[in-house]
């Protein structure tokens, strides 16, 4: 992945959010669960656990549209390792209702619930078992360089608990334009609920840190994703207007999304706010390069989403109803990567380069080095050759069945058009449906690519209910949960038999 091993350079891996993992406390966490996850990749034969963004979840639920591009979400802190540690009560935690099944998140009583138990840990810092080390501990994360962000992000998580949950640029004008006076009276007034904050990004950072570590001991690399742009509700934009593309009062003047396409009449308004990437330029990028610096600390690997947006980025005008009216503008380019190579070093990166493709976003990925993302779902239309048939490929792409975004393979092999099952069949070399979804998997394995990364639904043969993602859409979505007893010897046997068949064993 751009940074070369000296092993084999096949390999193999499982896309699973941490929030689709089991546990007993409504969401996915790093618990116990994570761990025996860890394992169990092991024993497969597996390099990679692909997760989703870490960060601090807003309106939707979707870790894409974050609080924060630095902050990790409280919702994956583990409450077993706080009863553990003495900083609440296993009654406390029983007490509370946290909502949906085994294999559903009901975010709504996990906002309730969750943010309950954890203001109770917070409050019994000094009873805590190790307290003297834990109060220390935090001090330290408080005051570290690396954590620059922390009271920003804190101070804006008071202050949106403070306006009923509204976005900042509702906020009185005083602390929305961060006039001096009007933080300093902020800092003083919400001291102990910034605390708080800081409190759960300390638990969330050390829980992390200690998967991660564990994961790596077991030779599993962690894949990372690092969504292009952030919110404009979120700390990152309140914090740094400058780097937005705003007006003096600090409201966006155009806003990101995708223009109209095959798959949406009116395009895609995501309305996260645009860089200014004339000012990002004259900075030596150095926001970005914190940025994605903090992301090495998170992941061993990292997803670059809609890669394209570096090449060219589509700007709607604020306030516009749909994507229809927009205009594409060069971004930074290779100069980005450069730079980002000169200051990091050589570090893996995969380039998320779906959708359609210019020819100067093609020749952008290519002077990167950084392997593309090729999808199975993709491949089987029977009117014309295809890029993502496995036979098109190249050693530097990572092949999967599906992404977050696509519907399960069970699934969308049984909506298949007729004409492009008929290919899929004959491609495959399968007569039954059932056989669809190993088939494909198989077809990835047997690729000449570099990097098989398969979605844990695929593995389980699971139907639509289980998707993650379904793009522009509002409920439903970020809910699928793996059931306890998902993860069978059997099913680990298969795995670690079709990395060991096709020379992809770590």
Not at 453 to 464: C, K, S
């Amino acid at each position: 992945m751009a940074k070369k091993d000296s092993k084999s350079s096949r390999k193999c891996g499982v896309l699973l959010p941490i929030f689709s993992l089991s546990s007993e406390y409504g969401i996915g966490t790093f618990s116990k669960e994570a761990y025996d996850f860890v394992d169990f990749l092991k024993e497969a034969g597996q390099s990679y656990w692909q997760i989703l963004p870490l960060g601090p979840t807003s309106y939707g639920d979707s870790p894409y549209q974050s609080f924060s591009t630095f902050a990790g979400n409280p919702y994956f802190i583990d409450i077993k390792t706080l009863i553990d540690e003495g900083l609440i009560t296993k009654a406390q935690a029983d007490k509370c209702d946290f909502g949906g099944t085994e294999e559903y998140i009901d975010y709504e009583k996990m906002y309730k619930s969750r943010f309950v138990l954890l203001k109770k840990a917070f409050e019994n810092i000094d009873k805590a078992k190790d307290a003297k080390t834990l109060k220390k501990e935090f001090e330290a994360f408080k005051k570290s360089k690396d954590n620059d962000w922390l009271a920003d992000y804190s101070l804006f998580m008071a202050l949106k608990n403070a306006n009923g949950g509204r976005s900042w640029n509702t906020w009185e004008e005083g602390v929305r334009l961060r006039k001096a006076p009007a933080m300093k009276a902020a800092k003083e007034k919400y001291a102990q609920e910034i605390d708080f904050y800081s409190f759960l990004q300390y638990l969330f950072s050390k829980q992390w840190a200690a998967l991660k570590g564990y994961a790596n001991e077991k030779g599993i690399e962690i894949i990372g994703d690092i969504p292009i742009y952030v919110a404009f509700d979120s700390a990152d934009t309140w914090a740094n207007p400058e780097l937005f593309q705003l007006d003096k009062k600090n409201v966006p003047i155009d806003v990101a999304g995708c223009p109209p396409d095959a798959f949406s009449a009116t395009g895609q308004l995501w309305g996260n706010p645009l860089y200014k990437w004339d000012y990002h330029k004259k900075t030596g990028y150095k926001w970005w390069m914190k940025r994605i610096a903090h992301c090495y600390k998170l992941y061993d690997v990292i997803r670059i989403d809609h890669f394209r947006g570096f090449d060219e980025y589509y700007a709607i005008p604020y306030g516009n109803p749909t994507a229809e009216k927009g205009e594409w503008r060069k971004g930074p380019g290779i100069d980005l990567f450069q730079t980002m190579k000169k200051e990091l070093g050589d570090m893996k990166v995969i380039a998320e380069d779906l959708g359609f493709l210019t020819p100067s976003v093609i020749k952008l990925v290519q002077r990167t080095g950084y392997p593309g993302m090729k999808i199975l779902q993709f491949a089987f239309d029977s009117r014309e050759e295809s890029d993502y048939l496995p036979h098109n490929y190249t050693k530097n792409c990572i092949v999967y069945t599906g992404t977050h975004d696509n519907d399960t393979t069970r699934s969308w092999f049984d909506q298949l058009p007729r004409a492009d099952k008929k290919f899929a069949k004959e491609y495959l070399g399968i007569k039954n449906a059932k056989d669809a979804v190993w088939a494909t998997i198989r077809a990835s394995f047997a690729s000449v690519s570099d990097t098989v990364i398969i979605p844990m639904q695929d593995y389980l043969e699971l139907p639509g209910y289980a998707r993650i993602n379904t793009p522009s859409t509002l409920g439903g979505n970020w809910v699928w949960r793996m059931k306890k007893d998902a993860l069978s010897k059997e099913l680990c046997a298969k795995m670690h038999d079709f990395a060991r068949i096709y020379r992809r064993l770590r």
